[in-house]
């Protein structure tokens, strides 16, 4: 229920007394939808006042029923109020002053470009007109997206802190800054950073800091990562030099991302960090490099690179600039061979994307390497490989001519006796009766008609390839002469008196189709003496 009151007051009368008075207008208190209680100034008349007081009760019920805008009084500020309390938000949640300032000025810059006074002015397509005009005139396309994110953060603020439905610009998306690199970094190499930081070491004072100084500087850097605001609020009690794990520590307050981290540094790197700290005699809340806090860290390096005779901007207009120094630390540790989830660790970085595709520079040399160490191709498309060689070489058909070779037997005795009776053995070979064999037939056809000779020393075996009788399926016939010089063929396998020789020339020759010179031919050979 809402209250009509005066307020009362304590004042001064002319005897210098204080009085109570009460003022001259009405005052309402009443329960807003948010659930808070407020207090509304009204009119001098007491029923015009009550009529207000109803009314605001009225719409805090409908409020709290959900019938009725609840951002109708944000809706009435303007944007420059809403801005302030924005930058104040931003101090409060922890970040940087640096940051909330930048931020905060970025969006500001489209609010007032888009000559918005309240949130009812807002609109997307504004929004883009203008940074379109802003590139037209000059402004790369990166730059356009941080005006892009600054005044997205704004407008999602106003939604999350209860002052507008939704944000009407969330669906807006940055532009593709790869085709529009202003200032694109590049990685010193190790020659390149060695004759830097010898440059240095050898240069007279500039900037405040001596060449030596400078010289640890730009190893420091190299060597941690560490960021140029990280650098110039160092400490030399953030330093554990000593043992075998020597370490700096970097500040949450000085951190870019406001949490500690503790970083490990090399071995060497300690060393000359020591060495250099007994000659300066430095406390332990001493700053290393005390003059950088206001620097211009950029005209420090580029006079150092100048005397090392080292470009600025290489042909294809990548600079090196003092963040490089970064890049050039985390391009050497993906080189290095160490996962990229080491690399994302000491660069410190919350997504291995930015770690992998903004910080790490590799080039044509790098990518040829990594070719180099795969693990060997198999052949090709039109080499033979050795397995198919050494089967193409036993089984004969690798195109040699057989002169190159040799022979694959020995030759065999002929004689016009056998010694014995002729017989016919499993209906394949027959005798005459002069004891020779005048037949031996093999599917069907007769193969030869010259006597083979009984000599068993005489005859070799001609071993069959195992690969060979598998690869085909079928069996072998061997060419057989008993004791008594009896010849005839049996499978293969079967081994009679340890006399054995193969015919898988013979059959091979033989099969159907062939010409019958090649049969005598076949034969002869055989039967050479």
């Given at each position: 229920?809402?209250?009509?009151?005066?307020?009362?007051?304590?004042?001064?009368?002319?005897?210098?007394?204080?009085?109570?008075?009460?003022?001259?207008?009405?005052?309402?208190?009443?329960?807003?939808?948010?659930?808070?209680?407020?207090?509304?100034?009204?009119?001098?008349?007491?029923?015009?006042?009550?009529?207000?007081?109803?009314?605001?009760?009225?719409?805090?019920?409908?409020?709290?029923?959900?019938?009725?805008?609840?951002?109708?009084?944000?809706?009435?500020?303007?944007?420059?109020?809403?801005?302030?309390?924005?930058?104040?938000?931003?101090?409060?949640?922890?970040?940087?002053?640096?940051?909330?300032?930048?931020?905060?000025?970025?969006?500001?810059?489209?609010?007032?470009?888009?000559?918005?006074?309240?949130?009812?002015?807002?609109?997307?397509?504004?929004?883009?007109?203008?940074?379109?005009?802003?590139?037209?005139?000059?402004?790369?396309?990166?730059?356009?997206?941080?005006?892009?994110?600054?005044?997205?953060?704004?407008?999602?603020?106003?939604?999350?802190?209860?002052?507008?439905?939704?944000?009407?610009?969330?669906?807006?998306?940055?532009?593709?800054?790869?085709?529009?690199?202003?200032?694109?970094?590049?990685?010193?190499s190790l020659e390149e950073l060695n004759t830097l930081v010898e440059a240095a070491e050898n240069g007279p004072v500039h900037h405040g800091l001596s060449g030596h100084a400078r010289a640890m500087l730009y190893l420091l850097a190299a060597s941690t990562g560490l960021r140029a605001e990280e650098l110039a609020t160092l400490r030399w009690n953030a330093l554990d030099l000593s043992g075998d794990s020597p370490t700096v520590t970097i500040w949450a307050g000085y951190s870019k991302h406001r949490r500690k981290d503790i970083l490990p540094l090399r071995q060497e790197v300690a060393g000359v960090l020591d060495r250099w700290r007994v000659e300066r005699a430095g406390g332990p809340d001493q700053r290393l490099f005390s003059t950088l806090k206001?620097?211009?860290?950029?005209?420090?390096?580029?006079?150092?690179?100048?005397?090392?005779?080292?470009?600025?901007?290489?042909?294809?207009?990548?600079?090196?600039?003092?963040?490089?120094?970064?890049?050039?630390?985390?391009?050497?540790?993906?080189?290095?061979?160490?996962?990229?989830?080491?690399?994302?660790?000491?660069?410190?970085?919350?997504?291995?994307?930015?770690?992998?595709?903004?910080?790490?520079?590799?080039?044509?040399?790098?990518?040829?390497?990594?070719?180099?160490?795969?693990?060997?191709?198999?052949?090709?498309?039109?080499?033979?490989?050795?397995?198919?060689?050494?089967?193409?070489?036993?089984?004969?058909?690798?195109?040699?001519?057989?002169?190159?070779?040799?022979?694959?037997?020995?030759?065999?005795?002929?004689?016009?006796?056998?010694?014995?009776?002729?017989?016919?053995?499993?209906?394949?070979?027959?005798?005459?009766?002069?004891?020779?064999?005048?037949?031996?037939?093999?599917?069907?056809?007769?193969?030869?008609?010259?006597?083979?000779?009984?000599?068993?020393?005489?005859?070799?075996?001609?071993?069959?390839?195992?690969?060979?009788?598998?690869?085909?399926?079928?069996?072998?016939?061997?060419?057989?002469?008993?004791?008594?010089?009896?010849?005839?063929?049996?499978?293969?396998?079967?081994?009679?008196?340890?006399?054995?020789?193969?015919?898988?020339?013979?059959?091979?020759?033989?099969?159907?189709?062939?010409?019958?010179?090649?049969?005598?031919?076949?034969?002869?050979?055989?039967?050479?003496?």
């Amino acid at each position: 229920m809402a209250s009509v009151f005066k307020q009362r007051y304590t004042a001064t009368d002319k005897n210098g007394e204080k009085v109570t008075r009460q003022s001259r207008f009405y005052y309402i208190d009443y329960k807003a939808a948010d659930g808070t209680r407020k207090r509304v100034k009204g009119f001098r008349d007491k029923a015009a006042t009550a009529q207000l007081a109803a009314q605001l009760e009225r719409e805090a019920e409908l409020g709290r029923a959900g019938m009725i805008d609840k951002y109708v009084e944000h809706r009435k500020r303007p944007l420059k109020d809403h801005l302030e309390d924005f930058k104040q938000a931003l101090m409060d949640k922890g970040n940087t002053s640096k940051h909330a300032l930048m931020t905060y000025r970025q969006a500001k810059t489209v609010v007032e470009g888009c000559r918005w006074a309240f949130v009812t002015d807002v609109s997307a397509s504004s929004v883009e007109n203008f940074l379109a005009n802003k590139r037209r005139a000059g402004l790369g396309k990166n730059t356009s997206n941080h005006y892009l994110q600054s005044v997205k953060q704004f407008f999602s603020w106003l939604k999350s802190d209860g002052r507008m439905a939704e944000n009407p610009l969330e669906h807006l998306r940055r532009l593709n800054a790869k085709t529009d690199v202003r200032h694109e970094r590049r990685a010193l190499s190790l020659e390149e950073l060695n004759t830097l930081v010898e440059a240095a070491e050898n240069g007279p004072v500039h900037h405040g800091l001596s060449g030596h100084a400078r010289a640890m500087l730009y190893l420091l850097a190299a060597s941690t990562g560490l960021r140029a605001e990280e650098l110039a609020t160092l400490r030399w009690n953030a330093l554990d030099l000593s043992g075998d794990s020597p370490t700096v520590t970097i500040w949450a307050g000085y951190s870019k991302h406001r949490r500690k981290d503790i970083l490990p540094l090399r071995q060497e790197v300690a060393g000359v960090l020591d060495r250099w700290r007994v000659e300066r005699a430095g406390g332990p809340d001493q700053r290393l490099f005390s003059t950088l806090k206001h620097m211009r860290w950029a005209d420090m390096l580029k006079r150092d690179l100048a005397v090392a005779n080292i470009s600025y901007a290489d042909s294809v207009g990548r600079v090196v600039d003092f963040h490089a120094l970064r890049h050039t630390f985390i391009t050497h540790v993906v080189k290095s061979g160490a996962s990229p989830k080491v690399a994302q660790a000491l660069a410190r970085h919350s997504k291995i994307t930015l770690t992998m595709d903004v910080y790490t520079h590799m080039g044509l040399h790098d990518q040829r390497k990594a070719l180099e160490d795969l693990p060997p191709l198999p052949c090709l498309d039109g080499c033979r490989s050795r397995r198919e060689a050494a089967v193409r070489l036993k089984t004969g058909t690798d195109d040699r001519p057989l002169a190159d070779t040799g022979r694959a037997y020995k030759k065999l005795t002929k004689r016009s006796d056998f010694g014995g009776p002729p017989e016919s053995l499993s209906g394949i070979a027959t005798g005459t009766s002069d004891g020779n064999v005048s037949d031996i037939r093999y599917g069907g056809k007769s193969l030869l008609r010259r006597g083979l000779g009984a000599k068993r020393q005489a005859l070799s075996a001609f071993d069959t390839d195992k690969a060979l009788i598998e690869a085909e399926g079928t069996r072998t016939l061997n060419l057989r002469i008993d004791s008594l010089g009896r010849a005839f063929v049996s499978p293969c396998g079967k081994t009679i008196n340890n006399c054995r020789i193969t015919a898988y020339e013979i059959r091979r020759r033989s099969a159907e189709g062939q010409t019958k010179a090649r049969r005598t031919c076949l034969a002869r050979t055989l039967a050479r003496a």
